[in-house]
């Protein structure tokens, strides 16, 4: 008989614990009756029911009396376990209005119905709660073929709704970044959560004043206006909101209540108005106070948990990140305004400073051309050479001057051009063969191929003769062997001229800067270092002017061609531009650019070897010898001739030079000019001073750049002086004497000096050693104690709450009271020893040697009382000692652990393993330097696992694979493991299958 009733029963078998709360239900105080008399069809639903994962409940009867399965318990939460047994609109009497008509389809249609992401408003935990649920009714027929009751197969959508929404309002914010003024980001970040009235039915930004004094409404969502006008005075407590000036002052999120702060409140997407706003700081690491403060009313119907509170959080980091950019654009759109009208007024000043230097120019030029021009004898040799030299430099500087007059004209718009029909042909030879007897004498070879059938040309003549003598000047200066090429030709519509020279060649990343104004390539050998670098940079604008093209190929080492191209015809001219041919194919301009060639011829070649030929000795009687060093021959002839009436004198061509004269002859002092080709003058003086055998040698260096800023560079290296052209005889000898006589003093010093220097470092390195190990044990101990800090508190909170729940047991209570004490003065001393070494500076980089046996050793006092609770065991032994943030990788470590220790069903196990890897292993990220070693550090544990499918999602910021009551967590744990790995320069990776536990693997670098 017993077997039978139990056998009538079997369909509440299990089912957990809403299996044995149906079974112990006093069903006949219900409509329903007995189990026992329960219709088939109701058993058959409860027994679906009871062995189903997925959340179902049933309705039966005309009152749809409530049976539910344990996955449907997370749904009702608040109502469980009084739901069972009650009538379906008792139990959701909040959202009835929602489900009964389709309940009332069912049961009197006969009709099924399936809902999917339905919005229900529950009241499940003590307030209205937003909720999202796909579910079907089914009707079940009874044994009169009518409709008795349903039965309702639920899938929760809350979670997956909302995180959706979040990104799709972070990705409308994306847009901030975008921006080009402050205004903009701040109306574009209010439109963007305009776009999610849920989350935030209103919006405001306010933009707070530099001093944090004051705040203005600058953009807003929800209001239809401003709910305030005009600024806020944030030191009037009467006036300014308190959530507001705490956001400023500290510096974090605020929430406040809204009680009438506004006339009318925003309801966004719901039917009632938020009760609950915050205010959150817009923050800038240049700011002592925000940027801005962002205030939001809140979805009255969300809980304001942390991961609402991350959400807003992330949206002000990503405004910041807007307002910041925006900021830094203006800043540079503001320099670049200023550097163009800095260009402005140089190029101004170049003009009126060009004109200016015209007249007296020509009033050095004239007389010395007249002293020139005078028959031989009424000068004696050393006269007519100065004089040379001097009509020579003056024709440079006039060469000059007309350059910078005429970029100005160009840049004006004045300098058009006078375009005639000219026998490109012809002009072009007789342009090039002013250059020939120059470049012969050099040893070069020298080819001139024009082709006499062109076309007509119309051209600028003046501007064309500036254009063959630049190239042909350069691809002399440049070319210390081999031959220079001219070959002008037709291609297509173009008359096209190139300039081939097998000289030094070009770098490929000068190239693209070749045509710029003022730029000069360093460092490269040639015939000297003198020029502006503009010339390239005016043939250009002069050749745009012709509406033509140029353009250079080169090879560094081989040599270059530059290429110029103009168009035959007068399509591309202005009527007004063309002029009658005058007859003329003169040069005059030629003087000028040959003559300074001419002068390169009688220098020494600058060759990167340095192996120029020796310069005697000058015939001073002084023991003293100074070298001299300097690109210009005109210029070393003149100081060799001053300096060696007081001292004997070598002179050498460039730095390399230098520097094996410097080893050769052991100079007293050395006078070098800065601008060489090779090595300038700076780096000669570099070498000088870092080797320890010439480090105390003089150097005197010579610069063209007035003003202090030329000489910090020298000084910082260690020039002894610095003599700025022009300068006269006297100083410049004043200068040496003075330096002579500083190095004379200095060697008489230098052994007593020595021997105090050796003995001062010896005391310095020993009180070192003694601040290094008095630092390092303060370091250690401060460290140890910021860990044992937590312990004491933990187990204060322990033993308050036994003491609560023993409070029968005065015994238990007195021994509770002496832990608490003695774990309160632990703490104490803890906290004195802190504040103590807290006091001291703590110098050194973020990245430390971190010893991973302590940082493991250290979680496991932390997480003492959480692993005695699970019984868990961690295993490791010869970790590693690693460079790395020992801030971050405690996190990382205690992430991973606590992670390893909450998901598990039984004792957790944990095993910690590391090796040293090579790059080429990770096959999985192409990326990677193959040459670099790693650490590879293995997590495993015994858990509950998860699908490899969602391996990469887990470390997705808000990525849970659990429910919130199925386990705990944020859901942001691992994503803050995968940022400091990254942080790190390093790799990471998970597997795992359910039930089999998880492996995470990661690789930094050694």
Not at 114 to 131: A, C, H, K, N, W
Not at 739 to 766: G, H, Y
């Amino acid at each position: 008989m017993v077997d039978n009733e139990l056998k009538k029963l079997e369909f509440l078998a299990g089912g957990g614990e809403m299996g044995e709360r149906i079974r112990q239900f006093d069903w006949e105080k219900t409509k329903l009756g007995i189990p026992e008399r329960w219709p088939q069809s109701l058993k058959t639903c409860v027994r679906i029911m009871l062995s189903s994962k997925q959340p179902i409940w049933i309705g039966w009867g005309d009152e749809l009396i409530k049976f539910y399965n344990d996955a449907y318990i997370d749904i009702v939460r608040g109502k469980h376990p009084v739901a069972l047994g009650q009538p379906a609109s008792v139990v959701w009497k909040d959202i009835w209005k929602d489900i009964e008509p389709l309940l009332s389809r069912a049961m009197k249609k006969d009709e099924g119905t399936y809902v999917e992401s339905q919005l229900l408003i529950m009241e499940r935990s003590g307030f209205p709660e937003e909720t999202y649920y796909t579910f079907s009714y089914t009707p079940v027929l009874g044994a009169d073929g009518f409709p008795s009751g349903i039965i309702c197969y639920n899938t929760a959508d809350t979670d997956r709704i909302i995180n959706e929404r979040a990104l799709r309002t972070m990705q409308l914010l994306d847009t901030v970044a975008q921006k080009k003024n402050e205004q903009e980001v701040y109306a574009q970040a209010t439109k963007a959560l305009a776009g999610n009235p849920q989350d935030f039915p209103f919006s405001m930004v306010y933009k707070v004043k530099m001093d944090g004094s004051s705040a203005e409404i600058v953009a807003c969502s929800g209001f239809e206006e401003a709910p305030v006008s005009g600024l806020i005075d944030l030191t009037n407590p009467e006036l300014a909101a308190p959530g507001i000036t705490t956001a400023i002052q500290e510096n974090h999120i605020v929430e406040s209540v809204v009680d009438g702060q506004w006339k009318e409140i925003p309801k966004g997407a719901w039917d009632i108005a938020p009760r609950i706003f915050v205010d959150i700081p817009i923050k800038s690491a240049n700011r002592q106070f925000p940027l801005a403060v962002l205030t939001v009313g809140l979805n009255p119907y969300r809980k304001f948990d942390d991961a609402y509170r991350n959400f807003i959080q992330l949206i002000a980091d990503q405004i910041a990140l807007g307002v910041n950019n925006t900021l830094a654009y203006e800043e540079e759109r503001k320099r670049a305004e200023a550097l163009e009208a800095l260009d402005k007024a140089k190029t101004l000043f170049f003009t009126n400073i060009s004109h200016e230097f015209r007249t007296p120019l020509m009033l050095i030029l004239g007389p010395l051309e007249e002293l020139l021009n005078k028959p031989a004898g009424n000068l004696n040799n050393a006269e007519r050479q100065s004089i040379e030299v001097t009509h020579r430099n003056a024709l440079r500087l006039l060469k000059l001057v007309n350059s910078l007059l005429d970029f100005s004209r160009i840049e004006s718009g004045r300098h058009q051009g006078n375009f005639v029909s000219t026998d490109l042909a012809t002009y072009t030879r007789n342009l090039a063969a002013n250059f020939r007897s120059v470049i012969e004498s050099a040893d070069l070879q020298y080819n001139v191929e024009v082709d006499d059938n062109l076309p007509p040309v119309y051209l600028d003549r003046q501007m064309w003769e500036k254009i063959v003598f630049n190239l042909l000047s350069n691809a002399f200066k440049f070319t210390l062997e081999g031959t220079i090429t001219v070959r002008l030709f037709a291609h297509g519509d173009h008359a096209v001229l190139t300039v081939t020279d097998t000289g030094v060649g070009i770098p490929e990343n000068e190239l693209p800067h070749m045509f710029e104004r003022f730029h000069r390539i360093q460092s490269t050998a040639g015939r000297t270092y003198e020029g502006t670098g503009i010339g390239l940079s005016l043939i250009k604008e002069l050749i745009l002017l012709h509406n033509g093209n140029i353009e250079v190929e080169s090879v560094a080492g081989e040599g270059s061609c530059f290429t110029v191209s103009i168009p035959f015809g007068t399509k591309h001219l202005s009527h007004t531009q063309i002029l009658e041919d005058d007859g003329g194919l003169a040069n005059a301009g030629s003087n000028v650019y040959v003559q300074e060639a001419a002068a390169l011829v009688d220098m020494q070649l600058l060759v990167p070897d340095g192996g120029s030929p020796e310069i005697e000795a000058g015939s001073g009687e002084a023991n003293e010898l100074v070298l001299i060093v300097d690109d210009n021959v005109d210029m070393r002839q003149h100081i060799e001739s001053l300096v060696s009436t007081r001292y004997e004198t070598i002179t050498a061509t460039n730095g390399l030079d230098a520097l094996d004269k410097i080893q050769k002859y052991k100079p007293t002092l050395v006078l070098s000019d800065i601008m060489m080709p090779e090595i300038d003058g700076i780096e000669l003086l570099r070498r000088v001073k870092a080797n320890p055998e010439t480090s105390q040698l003089p150097v005197i260096l010579i610069t063209a750049r007035a003003g202090e800023e030329s000489k910090i560079e020298g000084y910082e290296i260690g020039a002894d002086d610095y003599l700025v052209k022009p300068f006269s005889s006297n100083e410049m000898l004043a200068r040496i004497t003075s330096q002579i006589k500083i190095q004379r003093a200095r060697k008489r010093i230098e052994e007593s000096q020595k021997l105090f220097t050796e003995e001062l470092e010896q005391q310095v390195q020993q009180r070192t050693k003694d601040l290094l190990l008095a630092n390092k044990e303060l370091e250690s101990f401060n460290y140890i104690a910021s860990h044992d800090l937590q312990e004491p508190l933990r187990k204060i909170q322990t033993f308050i709450h036994l003491i609560q729940k023993n409070k029968a047991d005065e015994n238990a209570a007195e021994m509770y009271y002496r832990k608490i004490s003695s774990s309160a003065q632990r703490m104490s001393e803890l906290i004195q020893s802190v504040l103590t070494y807290s006091r001291l500076a703590k110098t050194g980089d973020d990245h430390t040697s971190v010893d991973l046996n302590e940082i493991v050793a250290n979680i496991e006092i932390d997480f003492e009382l959480l692993i005695a609770e699970k019984q868990a065991v961690i295993l490791y032994e010869n970790l590693p000692v690693i460079r790395a943030n020992g801030f971050q990788i405690n996190q990382l470590f205690s992430n991973l652990i606590s992670n390893s220790i909450k998901f598990s069903t039984e004792k957790p196990v944990i095993t910690i393993k590391s090796e040293i890897v090579e790059g080429a292993d990770l096959v999985a990220y192409a990326a990677i330097n193959h040459d670099q070693l790693f650490h590879h550090i293995t997590f495993s544990d015994n858990g509950i696992g998860f699908e490899q499918e969602f391996s990469e999602k887990i470390f997705s910021l808000f990525q849970r694979l659990h429910g919130k009551h199925e386990y705990s967590g944020t859901g942001i744990g691992l994503s803050i493991v995968k940022k400091i790995v990254e942080q790190h320069g390093g790799y990471i990776s998970a597997h795992s299958s359910p039930g089999n536990g998880a492996v995470f693997n990661i690789w930094l670098p050694v």
